[in-house]
């Protein structure tokens, strides 16, 4: 099996794990029972005794796993503390890094090793304590990368796998933008927008505060452009994430696609983005059930390129769909 079908398992755990947060992230409000499944985990983890690390974001561990903990408490308290300084964003959250055998018993869907937060207080956010230990196929091997990419990270003076590691730990940074996004006031209108606006918190917070994480983050996209993709459009991305029929592979090309996009983005808007989307799609506002294209002409009024975007996508090479 090569890389990109062992790849493809860690893809389709991402998109059970979100599969029961669409109607959320659609601007369904969340129900006591999602209040407690998110409590329930917390109390779980509690019963560990695990160790931890005090401090703005308290983050628990499996004994062992001190060093990688504080990476992802630095990235998370450092995220958090940026929003709500920038944008008024606070919220409570609590985070854990996990071996297998733990985080089974707090994160009973799918196997081990995908980073998630939850999006109803308590807020927890958990990512693998190891990901050699997750057996999902990652990083490729350097003899299956994209040799330009492979050759990018070794000119610089870094190895492959840690180089894809610290990209990969920085998805936390998406997670943790799901969360944000509803806090903050946004009610996105489609999936791929939702999904769209938890990446640009992401690439904000790392072009402010962690341009020693850019360029991991960078690898781990550019990587994902070569992942197979029959479906390129976005009506093709809503239609597939509402029957959640949309291959692995074809997941993660779209999440890099927008990755591309957020970049452009923030090159011409930065942070003010972010306050001009809570304007355009705010929680509580009057509903609109907008097309794609009328979305994408209502998102170029803002920051042109959207629909010359979309279409790029559009006259991506398809390739057949089985």
């Not at 389709?12 to 129900?31: E, F, H, K, Q, Y």
């Not at 992802?72 to 055998?101: C, H, M, N, P, W």
């Not at 958990?126 to 057996?135: K, Q, R, Y």
Request: glycine content about 8%; hydrophobic content about 40%.
């Amino acid at each position: 099996m090569n890389y990109k079908n062992l790849f493809s398992l860690l893809l389709i755990i991402m998109a059970a794990a979100n599969s029961d947060l669409m109607g959320i992230r659609r601007g369904v409000a969340r129900t006591s029972l999602d209040d407690s499944e998110s409590a329930t985990q917390l109390k779980t983890l509690l019963g560990f005794n695990n160790p931890s690390l005090p401090g703005d974001v308290p983050t628990y561990y499996s004994p062992g796993y001190q060093a990688h903990a504080k990476v992802i408490q630095d990235f998370l308290s450092g995220e958090r503390d940026f929003y709500r300084r920038e944008l008024g964003i606070d919220f409570a959250l609590t985070a854990a890094v996990l071996d297998a055998k733990q985080w089974g018993q707090v994160q009973r869907r799918g196997p081990y090793g995908v980073p998630n937060v939850s999006l109803a207080p308590p807020y927890l956010a958990l990512i693998p304590a190891d990901w050699n230990d997750t057996h999902l196929g990652i990083p490729p091997k350097t003899e299956d990368a994209n040799p330009l990419l492979v050759k990018e990270v070794r000119d610089s003076g870094q190895e492959w796998k840690a180089t894809f590691f610290r990209g990969f730990d920085a998805v936390i940074g998406h997670e943790f933008g799901h969360a944000a996004t509803r806090v903050y006031g946004i009610k996105p209108p489609t999936y791929w927008m939702d999904e769209f606006l938890a990446t640009y918190f992401e690439i904000v917070y790392a072009h402010k505060k962690r341009p020693d994480l850019l360029f991991p983050i960078r690898i781990f996209n550019l990587a994902g452009l070569d992942y197979p993709h029959p479906y390129s459009t976005l009506d093709e991305f809503e239609a597939q994430m509402r029957s959640f029929a949309l291959s692995p592979p074809n997941y993660g090309w779209y999440q890099s696609m927008f990755w591309k996009r957020g970049e452009d983005v923030f090159a011409r808007k930065g942070l003010l983005y972010l306050t001009e989307m809570k304007v355009a799609f705010p929680v509580g506002g009057t509903s609109e059930e907008l097309s794609n294209v009328e979305l994408l002409r209502k998102l170029d009024r803002t920051c042109p390129g959207f629909t010359e975007w979309a279409n790029s996508l559009q006259s991506a090479s398809a390739q057949p769909r089985n």
